[in-house]
């Protein structure tokens, strides 16, 4: 699978160990930056993520920053960007089978690199349920055409 990774300053550390742990299980890691531990804007690497999952140059993405929170936000601004923050494992899991979630956000301030790894995996090992969560995911791209 062809995942794209991408971080500020503050989660560039958990973003190489993310992108190693990926390679290592057989994906083509897609680096979008930062690629320097100095201050960047979160916004430009959020954004960058979500265009190249919007674009088709990535399946998934895994955006890092200090808290996930701002760089979710960015990410989410793309349309066709279904960006979740997550903490754990359920987290990461349940925002693809309930909201079809294209990208991951996680915190390097927040969680250590086991949980994030844990996370990744199971995000990327977990499916979209279908259902009645279509629907739901359905107004949400609705919600992109206002």
């Given at each position: ?90 987290s990461a899991r349940l925002c693809k089978e309930h909201n079809n979630a294209n990208v991951i956000c996680v915190g ?39």
């Open positions: 699978m062809r995942i794209a990774v991408g971080s500020d300053h503050a989660g560039f550390h958990l973003k190489n160990t993310i992108a190693e742990h990926l390679e290592a299980a057989g994906h083509d890691v897609v680096d979008v930056g930062t690629h320097k531990a100095v201050s960047v804007d979160y916004p430009d690497f959020g954004a960058a993520l979500g265009r190249a999952v919007a674009a088709g140059e990535a399946e998934l993405a895994v955006a890092v920053c200090g808290s996930g929170i701002g760089i979710c936000i960015a990410a989410n601004k793309v349309k066709g960007v279904r960006a979740a923050t997550v903490h754990d494992v359920t390097e301030r927040f969680i250590g690199p086991q949980v994030a790894l844990d996370a990744v995996d199971a995000f990327l090992a977990a499916e979209f349920a279908q259902g009645r969560h279509a629907r739901r995911v359905d107004k949400i791209s609705q919600l992109e055409q206002e």
